[in-house]
């Protein structure tokens, strides 16, 4: 693992000289990376780079871990409204924000917590970020305030994106004040590490959240944590595990190809995380 | 109309041929005959009236003649008139109520203009799964109406959502007064069916949120129907809140009320909505409605919050108070029933039509600036006017930064106009100067297309041209919009916006 340069410029030219580059996930979550790529600790790209608390923003590099965005906001009475860092113990492993060890990582596998259904995601949070293609190209994509309808949103497309579009180097987030948190609803069943996530629809909640392979599930966004992925789970839900969570022949294989093809060319950024590309 | 592009193209995005205006005559002759064959006689229209119709939406300022109209039934019918349009070349738009503010639904460049009149049905409601599908010519008010029994509603509220359109509304990716506290359409909508710009039916997203696939949903909102025509959608539906407060404070200083906006943000409370409107729009509704406010107000503050539980909502609205107060406000003015909130909400609701009264024309911005820089960028909006010898009058989602400037004058004096013109871009240059964006709410369309050079460095444009490619790499679907590079396209006629809210 290699640490990035220090400026942005740098870490273009960077990127533009190293054939293939892999950023894996600190969780382990996706198909494995080719060895072949050269690997970055996006973690030694920290910092916190702008919190104008009147404007509800705060501006980071992408490998500024959750743990020390939550305490900076913390300080203005704002946060990241996961549970995060307000868990109790036992249920550290069920947030994947503190599990990721960079905010850029939490926004690439765009996971679900506890709290979505009444706070949002990553789609609400994510205003603008800046990444490097694979040319060495600094792209700032969305803007820095919280409501923009200028463009694309190209940012967003960076969510679930595993960084396999493009290398995310700076983060802009909206933020939350803590006042307003609502309570959460997760409730660890057993102890135990998950070996995947699903999301379920409220209908088939009940039934999802009694079976045996559930180690926590949370009311509120309808999620469940599973020891292991084995059963396929209701139609309709949608299951994250150690491993790609995506087939060639799913529809939207297609449009992911072609994002890749337009965004990746060569190919460069986590070679091998889907397990399509 | 003129043809010729005043934009600049920039160099390597996405390249585009030469495109011409689609031409009637010498196009394919039997273009109504073959629609009639495609839909039936009842979903084609042509001829003047029509080719006057839709030619333009509410941004007046440019317009073009569509050859033909349709006003499809369903997802095939779209999907067959597109094939068809691919098959002879033919540009084709999408277009819901007509009701945007930067004319996206304008078909640039002529050919078939997509109607979704037709698509108004609501399909399934699940309201176990607070979720819809809808088709996306439905108005956005018709949702929220057809879930109210149930405590739900569709959040986004733009102004327009009597008539505004489910599909104009993820489009634009619209917000409205809520927005502050609730979001944009982006974050409401869960799963889309689309006819992609080859005609091919294809779904993005699901009945909840997330996935473990990229976020094509997150991009297609917002994309201006640039990258197809979304004929179905599920949708979130959000509880109606238990308890709501609003509060309408008045400041006898503009400073007193931009400094009150900030404040109440850095101390963490969110509004539901937090709504500004000075001097000139209180002239403007006094004069039509008879409503008065404190003698000496320059600036009011319409504030809601809301939640379910009073106490929270309570001590939200306490701490809204205190910032006020802070602030030397007048005097707070609070709703007690729901009709005292109507009436507090008056100045919001009717101040844009109750300036059209004073003015042969009046033109009203869209741009967005950090809100902590508020104070500054009025002051800069009334200097500009000022100097400019225009009469301004503000009116606009202050909690968002979303500024609405509002100018009349008399559009017979090419004077004023040229005047009006200058201000304008003086106003959107400053937004840009302090970090915020073209455009809050309105889209680009043709109106800002030579704008977003400024906000955008050649490499980012590049970098949405290949967005765009992901799904268009053509130039039919919805040609000349957002991006400024694309040839022959629209010659804005002046560069005075129409009208808008
Ligand atoms: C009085 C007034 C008040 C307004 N208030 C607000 C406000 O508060 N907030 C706000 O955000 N906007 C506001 N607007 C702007 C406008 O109403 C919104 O942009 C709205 O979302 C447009 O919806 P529409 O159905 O009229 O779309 P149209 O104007 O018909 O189309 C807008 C764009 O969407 C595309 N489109 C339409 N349907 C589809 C589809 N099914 N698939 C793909 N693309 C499609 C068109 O091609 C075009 O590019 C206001 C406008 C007016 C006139």
Known sequence: MVALPNTLESIARWVAETPKIAVPSSQGWGAPISPQAVGVDLSTYSGILDFPVKDQIVKMRAGTSPAELQQALAAEGYCLPTLFPDLQPNQAPFEPLARSQT??????????????????????????????????EIVKLGSSVVKNVAGYDIQRLMIGSRMSLGLIVEVTLRVFPIAALPKSSLIVVREGEPGAIRRVLDSDFEAESVKPEVLAHDRNSGTVWLESAADQ??????????????????????????????????????????GIF | MERSCRVAPIPGIVPEPDMKPYDPAAGITTLSQDLIRLLGEESVLAGQSAERAYDCDAYTVDRSRPAAV????????????????????????ARGAGTGLSGGALPALGGVVISTKRLTKILEIDLPNRRMLAQTGIANKKLSDAVKHAGLHF???????????????????????????????????????????????????????????????GLICGSEGTLGIVTEAWIKLTPLPKVVRTALASFDTIRGATETVAGIIAKGTIPAALEMMDSGILKAVSAAFGVTYPVGTQALLLIECDGDDVATVEAEMQAVREVCQSNNCLDIAMAETEADRAKLWTARKKGVGAMGRLAPSIVTHDGVIPRSKLPEMLDFVYRVAADAKVGVANIFHAGDGNLHP???????????????????EAIIRKCLDLGGSVTGEHGVGVEKIDLMPLMFSEADLRMQGKAKAIFNDGTLCNPCKILPNQKSCVEHKMRWRGMAW
């Not at chain 1, 995601?121 to 603008?128: C, K, V």
């Not at chain 2, 067959?80 to 084709?92: E, L, M, N």
């Open chain 1, 103 to 136: 905010l850029a990582e939490a926004v690439a596998f765009g996971l679900p917590h506890a709290r979505e259904a009444q706070t949002g995601s990553w789609r609400e949070w994510l205003i603008g970020t800046t990444v490097i293609t694979g040319d060495g």
């Open chain 1, 233 to 274: 789970g209701p139609k309709d839900s949608w299951t994250h595990q150690k491993g790609t969570g995506i087939f060639e022949g799913d529809p939207v294989a297609k449009w992911m190809h072609r994002a890749k093809e337009k965004f990746d060319p060569h190919a460069k950024f986590n070679p091998g995380v889907w």
């Open chain 2, 406 to 424: 509002c100018f009349y004058f008399d559009d017979r004096d090419p004077e004023q106009v040229k005047n009006v013109v200058e201000a304008g």
């Open chain 2, 70 to 93: 349709v006003l499809p039934n369903n997802t095939e019918e779209v999907a067959k008139v597109v094939r068809y349009c691919v098959k002879h070349s033919i540009p084709f738009t």
């Open chain 2, 155 to 217: 959040a986004p509220d733009p102004s327009s959502q009597t008539v505004a359109t489910l599909g104009g509304n993820i489009a634009e990716n619209a917000g409205g007064p809520h927005t502050l506290k609730y979001g944009v359409t982006s974050n409401h909508v869960l799963g889309v069916t689309m006819v992609d710009p080859l005609g091919e039916i294809v779904t993005f997203g699901g009945k909840h949120f997330g996935g473990p696939e990229f976020d094509f949903v």
